[in-house]
């Protein structure tokens, strides 16, 4: 069964970096095709997708976040990251990571972990 956890800081200050790794299990993230995909969901608002890693290293994001994203991955530990830099209290929400089987379908994800930016 494929697996996937979020972890890393709850809270970040405002101009800031938050930065958080998620953990995969029962799939390789550099042997099949899947695009290894960050999600957010602010309070009482709808998912927005941030980015993907796809097994080769390759990145794709969001036009509206590229500027402020990083995705990066630590193959020996079969973890993918992300970082987004200069946070505000706009970027306060739960924070997914999932697999795609199609860049925006997803059929696995982790349990979210919520992120607020806050002073």
Excluded: H, M
Excluded at 53 to 78: F, H, M, Q, W
Excluded at 81 to 92: H, I, R
């Amino acid at each position: 069964q494929v697996q996937l956890q979020e972890s890393g800081p709850g809270l970040v200050k405002p101009s800031q970096t938050l930065s958080l790794t998620c953990t995969v299990s029962g799939d390789s993230i550099t042997t099949n095709y899947y695009y290894w995909s960050w999600i957010r969901q602010p309070p009482g608002k709808g998912l927005e997708w941030i980015g993907y890693i796809v097994y080769s290293g390759s990145t794709y994001y969001s036009p509206s976040l590229k500027s402020r994203t990083s995705i990066s991955r630590d193959t020996s530990k079969n973890q993918f990251t992300l970082q987004l830099s200069s946070v505000t209290p706009e970027d306060t929400a739960v924070y997914y990571c999932a697999r795609g089987v199609r860049p925006l379908n997803y059929d696995y994800w982790g349990q979210g972990t919520q992120v607020t930016v806050s002073s």
